[in-house]
Structure formats: C-alpha cells, structure tokens
C-alpha cells in the first residue's frame, strides 16, 4: 500500500485500488478483477492493520468489482457496497453486461471473468458526498467509458477511475471501449480543467499531479476512431463490417470473442454519436442494417 496523504492511498496493481483510511479503519475504491486481486487486497490491509468497512465502486466492468464478494467474505464488519445508479444493478446481477454486449441469451465465450466478476450487493450511491468519520468523500460523475461511471475524492486525491488511458494501454488494444461517445468527451474535456489536486489516480496508469497530457492523448484517439469510422461509411455497410474493416486498417488485435464483442459495441457507440450529429444515416436495405456516410 502507497500512501499518498496520511488517510488517502491506493493498492497497486493492473487496477490501482484506492484506500481511504482512518487510524483503524478502511475504505476501498474498487477491488480489481477477481480474488487474486481481493487476496492482495486483504494482505495489503492486514499489513497497514486496518479493518475495511465499505467499497466505493467507480462503475460495473469486472475488473473494478471482480474482488467485492471475497472483501465482502473476509471483512465481517464490511458496512456498504456503493456504486453508481444502474451500474450497481451489473454488480448484483453481472450476467447483464453479456446481455446487453450480445444483445440476447449471451454464449459461453461471453461469460467469463474478464465480463463477469463474483456477483455482490450493491446499493446506489446514497449521495454526493460520503461521510467517514471526519473525511469527506466526494463522488465526480465521469460518463461514458460506462453509463454513469465516477471518481471519488477525498483528501485533495482524485481517484479518476476509467476516464483516461495511458499512452501504452491505447497502443496495445488500438481501440478504447466506450459505451457513450458524446459523454466520454464531456468528460474527458471537464479534465482539463481540474482543481489543483495533491494527486490524480487514474485506474490504469501510474498516479500523478497532472493528467493534461494523457486527456489530450485520448482525445486525439477519439477523434481518430471517428473519422476513421466516418470514413469507412463512404460506401454503405453494416456495424459488423465497419468493426472488422477498422481493426484491419488500424491493426487492431482481435483476439477473442469476447474482445471483438467490445470492439463491435465501440464502433456502435461512434456511429450512434455521428447519427445524432447528422453525419451518417442509418437505414434497413436487404434484410441488414446499413450505416453510410451523409
């Protein structure tokens, strides 16, 4: 565990989880993606002595949720599982994120961990702020890589949850997930005018005091992936072709079903945001649905 201030640190990790702690006493923002993770978590709380009473979800992808239900097993004085409004709904039930990613009855290759974590309880967010003791928790509403991802705040540390990337995580996968278009730039544009805080904590990517380098990276990214897209509609074709025509052009890996699953509803996303903006049209023409260029 790396504290930051005296009451707020984080566990790292291929999820940086955060803690929020008082002499005795323990909050943690996120878990990682399964009991590995939870395990490293409670070694890393036994170390620094402290008893966890709560989590603070940032949003419902597995690998933020996937360690709740072995946190939730070994700390009996657990008090609440938070997470924002209908994200907490995918904790308590995960098979949903395969429902809505495949659109029915979800096949085997779409119900593993990595879309999947241990389901749990989990209650929406009562308010803004949290109380803990004499801390404040501040929660920042961050849509788009989810429905209605947050961050929290507390102790001038700002745990930014999915809302940016690092340079190497858009080289390796080439596309970033995304689920709303027009909310992941709302956000990534109101980070470019954060307070001063002690650190930011981005989820995966090495905690720091200034993140205006990586938004105006995935900025650029975003506005990349849509113009390649807009341009891949110059001639009429389905989501399904423009999915894999993008991953061609931009040497996109295409690994797994599960991975083409997520890059398909990326490429959704895009083209539901240029439809609002008038620059496609979409349009059923035999029996397939078509998305050209306007």
């Known amino acids: 565990m790396k504290m930051i201030t005296q ?17 005795d006493q323990g909050i943690l923002v996120d878990t990682g993606l399964d009991d590995q993770s939870a395990k490293r978590i409670i070694a890393a709380a036994e ?8 989590i603070l979800n940032t949003h419902a992808h597995a690998d933020h949720y996937g360690g709740n239900a072995r946190i939730r097993k070994s700390f009996k004085d657990l008090r609440f599982i938070y997470a924002p ?25 779409l119900k593993g961990k990595f879309l999947m974590g241990k389901p749990s309880p989990a209650e929406p967010l009562p308010s803004p702020t949290i109380p803990f003791e004499d801390l404040t928790i501040q929660v920042i509403s961050l849509p788009g890589h989810s429905i ?23 080289e390796k996968y080439g596309l970033l997930y995304c689920f709303d278009v027009e909310a992941q730039q709302k956000t990534l544009h109101s980070l470019k005018n954060l307070p001063p805080y002690k650190m930011i904590v981005p989820s995966h990517a090495r905690p720091r005091q200034n993140i205006s380098l990586l938004v105006e990276e995935n900025i650029r990214h975003m506005e990349e992936i849509s113009e390649a897209i807009l341009n891949l509609t110059s001639a009429p074709k389905t989501a399904d072709t423009l999915t894999s025509q993008l991953c061609t052009q931009r040497d996109i890996p295409l690994k797994s079903i599960w991975q083409y699953h997520l890059h398909l509803n990326t490429v959704k996303a895009y083209l539901a945001a240029l439809l609002k903006e008038e620059m496609v ?6 029996d397939a649905l078509i998305w050209v260029r306007k």
């Open 47 to 54: 170390e620094a002595s402290i008893d966890i009473i709560g």
């Open 85 to 109: 409004a209908i994200e907490d709904a995918v904790i308590r039930y995960p098979i949903l994120e395969p429902v809505y990613l495949f659109g029915a009855n979800p096949i085997a290759q």
């Open 281 to 286: 049209s979409v349009f059923v023409e035999e």
């Open 7 to 23: 009451h707020v640190g984080f566990i790292p990790g291929p999820v940086n989880v955060g803690v929020i702690r008082t002499e």
């Open 148 to 170: 209605n991802q947050v961050g929290y705040v507390c102790d001038n540390v700002f745990f930014c949850a999915d809302s940016i990337f690092p340079k190497g995580i858009v």
